[in-house]
């Protein structure tokens, strides 16, 4: 786990960088900064990336943008069928989170809705 210093620098970057344009939240938002933390916690940096940091081939950037809320909560439940949608190949298949808990779900959809690219 890397730590306060990794959510405060994610934040600073996301703020600074305009990414905050997705969905009307604020860095203070509870479900906003839980996510950050379910996304680090998930390890989701080694398949995607925010702002450059992580694996490059899967940025996150602007997520908001390309998918909506629901589309997202599938990547998130369901990518088995999602990847079959889109047709993605990308290797290794994403795997499905169904065990995180709802409210950790919820925060990290309010994370990935925040971002968009400016």
């Not at 996301?14 to 009307?24: K, Q, Y």
């Not at 900064?33 to 602007?62: M, S, T, W």
């Amino acid at each position: 786990m890397m730590g306060r210093a990794w959510l405060v620098g994610t934040l600073a970057v996301a703020v600074g960088s305009g990414l905050l344009a997705g969905r009307p939240v604020a860095a203070q938002d509870p479900a906003f900064r839980r996510g950050i933390q379910v996304y680090e916690e998930q390890r989701c940096a080694l398949c995607h990336a925010i702002a450059g940091k992580g694996n490059v081939k899967g940025p996150l950037d602007d997520i908001a943008g390309r998918l909506t809320e629901e589309q997202i909560r599938l990547w998130l439940l369901d990518p088995d069928t999602m990847a079959e949608k889109t047709k993605a190949e990308r290797r290794p298949p994403m795997p499905a989170y169904s065990d995180l808990s709802a409210d950790d779900l919820e925060a990290l959809i309010t994370y990935m809705l925040s971002l968009a690219r400016m």
